[in-house]
């Protein structure tokens, strides 16, 4: 059974502070793996997709890593702001049947001005 | 705001009554996902449809049943439920599945159920 880990549970930094972001997973057998990001009591917001075949993506400050073969993944923050407090949830799809999204447990992030 | 709407976004019930959750989306997919947020545990898979045929039903209590009347609705109706099942519902959609890691899922904004 597929299991997502995200560590740290939350952290907190001061606005401007590059940060990391970590999840892990157990079954490699996946399509791609997804950061969201989920403001309070919201929907989720797609960050980026990582297919399995590639290695990493990027859009603005956030830059996603992908190591499948050892279950990991980082999503990169630079240059961090008040407005990027929220939760970031890392979710995988798998392989085969209704090619579901396995959710981790998510990271709150929140900036300090 | 994604293409997949969700009403209402509140909810507020008792262990006696029935309601329906209802999503719509406007992207033309063809497969679409009741997921369940309860407080200090991960988004759960519930049920997925596609081309309104239900593929998968992931061991959710008879008390929430699944309707599906056309690619573009999917609704959850609600009864007897217990105060536990208070949590963000979600709903999502897709193109289709067989496309792999190109079945990319959107979310709606989600409805906050609470069971009193």
């Known amino acids: 059974k597929q299991e997502v880990t995200q560590i740290p549970a939350a952290l907190s930094v001061p606005e401007g502070e590059n940060l990391v972001l970590n999840c892990s997973f157990t079954?490699?057998?996946?399509?791609?793996l997804q950061w969201f990001r989920q403001d309070p009591g919201k929907g989720l917001t797609s960050l980026l997709l990582?297919?399995?075949?590639?290695r990493e993506q990027t859009s603005g400050r956030l830059n996603a890593s992908l190591d499948k073969s050892s279950g990991r993944s980082t999503l990169y923050i630079a240059a961090s702001q008040p407005g990027d407090s929220a939760t970031y949830l890392c979710?995988?799809?798998?392989?085969?049947?209704?090619?579901?999204?396995?959710f981790g447990k998510g990271t709150k992030l929140t900036v300090n001005p | 705001e994604t293409g997949v709407t969700q009403t209402p976004r509140h909810l507020v019930m008792g262990m006696t009554n029935k309601k329906s959750l209802k999503c719509e989306q406007h992207?033309?997919?063809?497969?679409m996902y009741w997921y369940k947020q309860s407080a200090k545990k991960p988004l759960e898979l519930m049920f997925v449809?596609?081309?309104?045929?239900?593929?998968e039903n992931n061991s959710v209590p008879s008390r929430f049943s699944p309707e599906c009347p056309n690619s573009s609705h999917l609704f959850l109706h609600l009864h007897t439920l217990q105060p536990e099942d208070s949590a963000l519902y979600l709903c999502?959609?897709?193109?289709?599945?067989?496309?792999?890691?190109?079945?990319?899922?959107?979310f709606g904004p989600g409805t906050r159920l609470t069971v009193l």
């Open positions: 449809y596609n081309f309104k045929e239900q593929t």
């Open positions: 999502a959609s897709s193109q289709e599945p067989g496309l792999g890691a190109y079945n990319e899922q959107f």
């Open positions: 979710a995988v799809m798998m392989q085969g049947g209704s090619e579901k999204l396995v």
């Open positions: 992207l033309g997919h063809n497969a």
């Open positions: 079954d490699s057998a996946i399509y791609n």
């Open positions: 990582i297919q399995s075949s590639q």
